[in-house]
């Protein structure tokens, strides 16, 4: 198994340019979440998904917006870029089950300037 | 909602030496606490994990408490080796399924092994 893949590993943007980083995982997991990673800071949930179609807001949501149309896929879009949102992003999917374990991907490092 | 703190914010031991990583959480809902380990350039892995009904929880060199009435947990590893460097991050999560996905985190703890 791949485990959580995640693309691009870098990415630069313009103020108000928009992007959208994927995220996949390849064990069947119900759940996958989005965390941004700042310096000095632990990770903050954007976005969570419990299941195919089924998508709701975590601590900070503003300028994202997801979507979970399979499985395996969530993809993390970003409107406007602005540099508040220069950060280090990373998926996570875990079983909908007693385990809660999160396996998390490699991340993607995003300036934007 | 809830708010987990994390001490120290950074942590230097000599090789051999145990090393003890503190959290608190403010939520009483929350009865899982997974710690994860970060290294550079990766994404957390999970070390170790403990729920509310245990108080301890041993795995090697890795150990963590609970004291689930003051809100404390703690992360113990034993005779630290150099590839124990890297940052630490405590989590809480509320139990259920429906919150399998939404951990808070603390701001992590970085520890260097001198050899």
């Known amino acids: 198994n791949a485990g959580v893949t995640q693309t691009p590993k870098f990415q630069v943007l313009k103020t108000g340019q928009s992007m959208t980083l994927q995220c996949a995982q390849d064990?069947?997991?119900?759940?996958m979440s989005w965390y941004r990673q700042d310096p000095g800071m632990g990770l903050r949930l954007i976005h969570y998904?419990?299941?195919?179609?089924?998508?709701d807001q975590g601590e900070v949501p503003n300028g994202y917006n997801v979507s979970r149309s399979t499985t395996e896929d969530f993809p993390l879009r970003l409107l406007s870029a602005a540099p508040s949102q220069t950060s280090v992003y990373f998926c996570?999917?875990?079983?909908?089950?007693?385990?809660?374990?999160?396996?998390f991907g490699p991340g993607t490092r995003l300036t934007v300037t | 909602g809830e708010n987990v703190e994390q001490h120290p914010s950074t942590l230097s031991v000599q090789e051999g030496d145990s090393a003890v990583i503190k959290c608190t959480h403010s939520?009483?809902?929350?009865?899982?606490f997974p710690w994860y380990k970060q290294e550079l350039g990766k994404g957390p892995q999970l070390i170790i994990d403990?729920?509310?009904?245990?108080g301890e929880k041993k795995d090697q060199r890795i150990a963590v408490t609970l004291n689930k009435t003051a809100k404390h947990f703690s992360l113990h590893i034993t005779e630290t080796q150099p590839e124990d460097s890297a940052v630490y991050f405590c989590?809480?999560?509320?139990?259920?399924?429906?919150?399998?996905?939404?951990?808070?985190f603390g701001d992590g703890t970085t520890l260097t092994v001198k050899p």
């Open positions: 996570a999917s875990s079983y909908a089950d007693i385990s809660y374990e999160q396996y």
């Open positions: 064990m069947n997991h119900e759940y």
């Open positions: 998904s419990v299941g195919a179609g089924i998508t």
């Open positions: 939520d009483s809902a929350s009865n899982y």
């Open positions: 403990i729920r509310s009904n245990v």
């Open positions: 989590a809480a999560q509320e139990g259920g399924n429906t919150n399998a996905g939404k951990s808070t």
